[in-house]
Nanobody, 121 residues
């Protein structure tokens, strides 16, 4: 199983980015896919997750109303649209898959390599 995250970059506060996570190696549509992030010196934290069919979505309070997660099973891809970015959103963003729906890091067994998001003030 491989998860390839992309779309990170440097943006000013208030800007937008769209992250993509492309999966290969197993039936993508059977698995929950989530986004997590890790800032320097901090633990990895949950951002958002989407169920296998897109019917259930859950966000961390810190991103609710600003970020939107979606998936296109035909393209084996999950997206994270990030709007109204803040400096505190700066982190490496990871996508991950699980057979379980939830926000705990330990529930996810396959992880991508991460993409850096930097928001300047």
């Amino acid at each position: 199983v491989q998860l390839q995250a992309s779309g990170g970059g440097l943006v000013p506060a208030g800007g937008s980015l769209r992250l993509s996570c492309v999966a290969s190696g197993r039936t993508f549509s059977r698995y929950v896919t989530g986004w997590f992030r890790q800032a320097p010196g901090k633990e990895r934290e949950f951002v958002a997750t989407v169920s296998w069919n897109g019917g259930s979505i859950y966000y961390a309070d810190s991103v609710k109303g600003r970020f939107t997660i979606s998936r296109d099973n035909a393209k084996n891809t999950v997206y994270l649209q990030m709007n109204s970015l803040k400096p505190e959103d700066t982190a490496v963003y990871y996508c991950a898959q699980s057979i379980h729906y939830g926000s705990s890091v330990g529930m996810y067994d396959y992880w991508g390599q991460g993409t850096q998001v930097t928001v300047s003030s």
